[in-house]
């Protein structure tokens, strides 16, 4: 899969794609808001093999894509759309070397483009902890309403979170 917008290519990802992500995937600001991370090479390398090995699902029914810069080819970071019957979940993580130029937006408005107009979804949610307000900035730059707080349904990392949980939905795309 190989999707081109117009500064970005969400593309599946490849062995060799570890490196560029594992800059972001071990940098703890980047993970601070994360059940996994900050990783080792190990656990990043381990992530990219599953993810590859979700390319060959039948019905396929995870997308987990690498992000490329168009005008550097650069690997930049990743995001992915989940689908549960008319229901789909998206997620985003990027380097921060290239936050605040609207890049995330980019990639996850793209990502509610595949799930309604290519996989027939209904229903569009995402999740982020409540201090994640760059995260829930780009849930609503691309059109997603908040719905509500799920209150310390994750475990992680030793505590209880929340999540704030947004969604949108066919009609509001
Ligand atoms: C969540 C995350 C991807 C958001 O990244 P981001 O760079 O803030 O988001 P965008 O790429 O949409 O950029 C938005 C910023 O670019 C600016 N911008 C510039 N050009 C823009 C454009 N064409 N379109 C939209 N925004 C643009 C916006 O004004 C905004 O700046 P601001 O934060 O100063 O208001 C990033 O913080 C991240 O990777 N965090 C760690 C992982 C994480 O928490 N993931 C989410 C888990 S729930």
């Not at 490849?14 to 992500?21: G, I, K, L």
């Not at 982020?128 to 730059?141: H, I, L, Y």
Request: with cysteine.
């Amino acid at each position: 899969m190989h999707i081109e917008t117009e500064r970005l290519i969400l593309r599946d990802a490849v062995p060799e794609d570890w490196e560029a992500m594992h800059e972001y995937s071990s940098d703890p600001q980047v993970v601070t808001h994360s059940m996994w991370g900050p990783n080792t090479e190990e656990q990043t390398k381990e992530y990219v093999a599953q993810i590859i090995e979700m390319q060959q699902q039948k019905p396929r029914m995870s997308y987990e894509f690498v992000v490329v810069l168009r005008e550097t080819g650069e690997l930049i970071g990743g995001c992915g759309i989940h689908q549960a019957g008319y229901n789909g979940e998206i997620g985003y993580t990027f380097n921060p070397r290239f936050w605040g130029h609207g890049y995330a937006t980019e990639a996850a408005f793209t990502l509610l483009r595949l799930g309604f107009e290519e996989l027939g979804l209904h229903r569009i949610h995402a999740t982020c902890r409540p201090e994640n307000e760059a995260s829930a900035a780009v849930m609503k730059r691309i059109g997603m309403k908040r719905e509500g707080r799920m209150r310390e349904h994750l475990f992680f990392k030793g505590a209880f979170h929340d999540s704030e949980l947004y969604s949108i939905l066919r009609h509001e795309f």
